[in-house]
């Protein structure tokens, strides 16, 4: 007998494995998941509830096969009862694995029965039967690598099962011949049954999961530009606490995979294990796509007056009753009355991320170039500005992302070049905060609340989350819900289809 696709408890449990799994190096990690004890007696309460639904749509295909002379089929199979197993899983790190465990499963079962004797005298018979199997026990050990894509790769490490009994009691036909007979078959069924268990379960696990695995996506596109990449980078490691991956968290440009030269920092050790799930986040994930995002001059932003809220865009006009760029520095004024000044602005170096005890901060050097838009469409070049900026935030978590917001920021220009002789330092950094105020703060924060999204899969939600800001790292834990998306049933294929 086979076991067909259908089975949502096992691949929760795999999804929450995936969270805890991990391109073999001996780098550190830019990102770290830590599945705990409180993690996994959830994980087995959800599988077994599943299991148990799931079980009570039992569905077995029509058996046949033939032994020596002998040929039979079983038919019209239907499940009159289940005894739904209890379970229990565990933390194993003696095998370096997840060890799930089922007992006191039982099913009782009517059936049609045909059987055929191929001797020299040709004999056939048909009837039907009742069949019993009772305190069903398995006990299986996942363990989890890495394949040449850096996913994680599942393998069954041990697997163990055992059937208590098996009864049959066959009716019609020559049935009180083969009653006779019965416990001698019944034997015979449970020792092929037996046998098959761990088969069908392994299968399950090696192949069939693997393979669904093998589909996971490792790679998160942000801004239809990055690549976020949370490839594991080592093997899972059990504790009798927790199971640990470590992950890459590298940020690339979606076009040009190269490797950054930046090395992440170890992450602090944590020993609070009270929260189903842990996941450290790294500074190395923000400055590497802060590279690529330079060296691909990705950083560029241009502030017209288009861009700012419809009562402030006067600011811009060199000519104004009232308080614009041009009342503020006369000079331009002057030589482009009744124009509308553009700021071109470019990053000048690779930004600087850091994640601090208070908060996120993140460092921007640059060139500002103010333009003077004229009446008759042309650009005429103004002043070029040095910049600094530095903007301080905090993150949270909202629907399974991680999001953000700028609480503070400072920033400063200085002239080093201009067309319009000299200007007042003073009035360019006051006209030039409002317009940052308005406009380039509200678009960063636009940016931080689309967030980036973290390696779980769509059927996992985050409850009670919450974020710590540790030496350059973010730390989340959480409690998590599985949503379950679909009912299933789980069926069993005919011993022909194993084969």
């Keep these: 007998m086979k076991m067909k696709q259908g089975r949502p408890e096992l691949l929760f449990i795999l999804g929450l494995i995936v969270l805890a799994t991990d391109h073999v190096t001996s780098l550190e990690p830019g990102a770290k998941l830590r599945l705990t004890k409180a993690g996994v007696i959830y994980a087995n309460t959800v ?60 099913l009782s079962l009517t059936a049609d029965w045909w059987a055929k004797y191929n001797g020299i005298i040709p004999i056939s018979d048909s009837g039907s039967v009742d069949i019993g199997i009772s305190s069903v026990s398995l006990s299986v050990t996942v363990g989890l690598g890495v394949d040449a894509s850096s996913r994680p790769m599942l393998v069954t490490k ?23 007979f019965k416990d001698i078959l019944a034997g015979m069924v449970k020792d092929a049954l037996n046998g098959q268990i761990c088969t069908l379960v392994t299968k399950a696990i090696n192949v069939d999961a693997e ?27 059990f504790t009798a606490d927790y199971m640990e991956s470590l992950h890459k968290g590298e940020v690339y440009w979606i076009t040009d995979k ?66 614009c760029i041009g009342t503020l520095i006369p000079q331009i004024r002057a030589k482009y009355p009744n124009s509308v000044v553009e700021i071109h602005g470019k990053s000048s170096s690779t930004p600087l991320a850091n994640i601090l005890d208070s908060g996120l901060n993140l460092g921007l050097l640059g060139d500002l170039v103010l333009y003077a838009r004229t009446p008759d469409g ?4 103004l002043l070029t500005l040095a ?38 330092e ?35 939600r985050f409850q ?4 710590t800001f540790l030496d350059g790292v973010l730390l989340v834990s959480t409690d998590v819900q599985y949503i379950t998306q679909t009912e299933q049933v789980l069926q069993f294929a005919s011993e022909s289809d194993f084969h």
């Design 158 to 180: 041990s697997c163990g099962s055992s059937i208590g009994d098996v009864s049959l009691d066959f009716h019609g036909g020559s049935a009180w011949i083969y009653n006779i």
């Design 464 to 467: 009670s989350s919450k974020i």
């Design 211 to 237: 393979a669904q695995l093998a589909k996971m996506n490792v790679y998160i596109e942000i801004d239809n530009r990055f690549l976020l990449d949370y490839g594991l980078i080592a093997p899972v490691t």
């Design 47 to 106: 599988a077994q509830t599943a299991l148990g639904k799931q079980l009570q749509t039992l569905k077995i295909d029509d058996q046949s096969g033939s032994s020596g002379d002998v040929s039979y089929r079983l038919t019209n199979i239907q499940t009159r009862h289940v005894a739904v197993p209890s379970s229990s899983m565990t933390l194993n790190p003696d095998l370096d694995g997840l060890s799930w465990s089922l007992s006191g499963f039982g």
């Design 387 to 424: 910049m600094k900026l530095s903007l301080n935030g905090t993150a949270f978590i909202d629907s399974e992302k991680v999001k953000g917001n700028i609480t503070a920021y400072s920033f400063k220009v200085s002239v080093i070049d201009s067309a319009v002789g000299d200007v007042s």
């Design 378 to 381: 042309n650009l005429a070049y």
């Design 258 to 323: 190269k490797e950054s030269p930046l090395t992440p920092e170890r992450i602090p050790p944590w020993g609070d294990y009270s929260r189903m799930l842990y996941l450290w986040v790294t500074e190395y994930t923000a400055n590497t796509m802060a590279q690529v995002a330079q060296d691909h001059g990705y950083l560029q932003y241009n502030l017209t007056a288009k861009d700012l809220p419809a009562d402030s865009k006067y600011i811009l006009n060199t000519t104004c009753t009232g308080m």
């Design 426 to 460: 003073f009035a360019l950094n006051l006209l030039l905060n409002a317009a940052l105020k308005l406009s380039v703060i509200p678009s960063f924060n636009k940016m931080a609340e689309n967030g980036f999204e973290l390696p779980i899969t769509g059927d996992i």
